[in-house]
């Protein structure tokens, strides 16, 4: 078998300057990873924060709006229940104007819940992304 020759690098003194900035340069480049990782995982926190403030405002959104439909299904069966029960054209027309009348309150109390839901879900979901953004401009200033 042949083997394959070694060779040695000849021993050298490097010289102090270049060993200081050799030092400088990785401790430059390590902080500038920690700083990176620091990022990366504030940003990590921040998505998983806002995902969970989005879920739940939708899950809350979602329950409220469900609860309108349900109210507003059962009025729809109490009205139809009632017009059936009507001997005059008067009785009907007065369950009739009663019925859309709480309607229109009811619709418009909703809508009204509702946005103001949306509002606030908005709010919860866009506070941890304003806090990070400014926390973010804080620590690269």
Same mark, same amino acid.
């Given at each position: 078998?042949?083997?394959? /020759?070694?060779?040695?690098?000849?021993?050298? #003194?490097? /010289?102090?300057?270049?060993?200081?900035?050799?030092?400088?340069?990785?401790? *430059?480049?390590?902080?500038?990873? &920690?700083?990176?990782?620091?990022?990366? #995982? &504030?940003?990590?926190? =921040? =998505?998983?924060?806002?995902?969970?403030?989005? $879920?739940?405002?939708?899950?809350?959104?979602?329950?409220? +709006?469900?609860?309108? =439909?349900? +109210?507003?299904?059962?009025?729809?069966?109490?009205?139809?229940?009632?017009?059936?029960?009507?001997?005059?054209?008067?009785?009907?027309?007065?369950?009739?104007?009663?019925?859309?009348?709480?309607?229109?309150?009811? =619709?418009?109390? *909703?809508?009204?819940?509702?946005?103001s839901l949306a *509002?606030?879900?908005?709010? #919860?979901? $866009?506070? /941890?992304?304003?806090?990070?953004?400014?926390?973010?401009?804080?620590? $690269?200033?």
């Open positions: 078998m042949t083997e394959m /020759p070694k060779f040695e690098m000849p021993k050298m #003194e490097v /010289p102090e300057m270049v060993r200081e900035i050799a030092e400088k340069g990785v401790k *430059q480049a390590k902080e500038g990873y &920690d700083k990176m990782k620091a990022a990366a #995982e &504030d940003t990590t926190d =921040l =998505l998983e924060t806002t995902y969970t403030a989005a $879920s739940k405002g939708a899950t809350e959104f979602n329950m409220k +709006a469900l609860e309108a =439909l349900r +109210a507003n299904v059962n009025a729809s069966f109490d009205f139809t229940t009632a017009m059936f029960g009507t001997k005059t054209l008067a009785e009907a027309a007065e369950i009739s104007t009663a019925h859309f009348r709480a309607q229109f309150e009811a =619709l418009s109390a *909703q809508a009204k819940e509702l946005s *509002q606030k879900i908005a709010t #919860e979901t $866009s506070e /941890p992304i304003k806090t990070g953004v400014s926390k973010s401009f804080k620590f $690269s200033a």
